[in-house]
């Protein structure tokens, strides 16, 4: 079984400036796939980037960018020139490419001073 | 041009009724699934259906069945309510052309149930 862990629950960050979200997880599977998904207040689970495990390159969306360490396990979200629109609830989520299956993490949620 | 939707968006309901929750997408895409969202924000896979076809069926109670008439409709229904049930659920597709699908799962906008 996979696992997905988001061990804080809460950031805060200034506006303007840089927060970098932190995610690992356990798979047993060479074929996976790793996700950031933002959950607003409105509930709507929206996609914010997506990299697979067996690219090198770190992949990036704009202001929002990862650091994967494969190694660690290790899958962080870095968003750059923080937006008011930004603050939400962050998931993490790992997808097993041998049975589609989609883990999540808890969540954390990042607030966002004006 | 809803990419997911879903219906109703809020559903209130007695202990031990029948609902169904609708979903339909219009990507265009084979893979379709049903995702339980707890109060405390943990989001957890209970079905996936891949042109019709049930693909992923997680631990979940008899009491939930998924039904898909076409791939581009997948309804929840849930027989006998419980005060558990009370929850959001989230619909989701893929474009998945074949059983196992690799691709980025969208999602609906979630309906909120909650059982008195």
């Known amino acids: 079984a996979q696992t997905v862990t988001q061990s804080q629950p809460e950031m805060s960050v200034q506006e303007a400036e840089t927060v970098t979200l932190s995610c690992t997880y356990d798979?047993?599977?060479?074929?996976?796939?790793l996700f950031w998904y933002k959950q607003p207040p409105s509930r709507q689970m929206i996609l914010v980037i997506r990299q697979e495990a067996y690219k090198q390159q770190n992949a990036t969306e704009n202001r929002f960018s990862v650091n994967f360490q494969k190694a660690a396990k290790s899958f962080s979200l870095k968003i750059s020139d923080s937006q008011l629109g930004d603050a939400a609830m962050y998931f993490c989520?790992?997808?097993?490419?041998?049975?589609?299956?989609?883990?999540f993490g808890k969540g954390i949620t990042l607030s966002v001073r004006p | 041009d809803t990419a997911v939707s879903q219906t109703p968006k809020y559903l209130v309901t007695q202990m031990g009724n029948d609902k169904s929750i609708k979903c339909e997408q219009n990507l265009g895409h084979d893979t379709m699934y049903w995702y339980k969202q707890d109060s405390k924000k943990f989001l957890k896979i209970m079905f996936s259906?891949?042109?019709?076809?049930?693909?992923i069926n997680e631990t979940v109670p008899n009491r939930f069945s998924p039904k898909s008439p076409d791939k581009a409709h997948l309804n929840l229904h849930i027989n006998s309510l419980e005060l558990g049930d009370s929850a959001v659920y989230f619909c989701a597709s893929s474009l998945g052309r074949t059983s196992i699908s690799t691709d980025t799962q969208y999602f609906g906008p979630g309906t909120r149930l909650t059982v008195l």
């Open positions: 798979t047993s599977e060479s074929d996976y796939y």
């Open positions: 259906y891949n042109n019709k076809e049930l693909i």
């Open positions: 989520a790992c997808l097993n490419g041998a049975n589609s299956k989609l883990t």
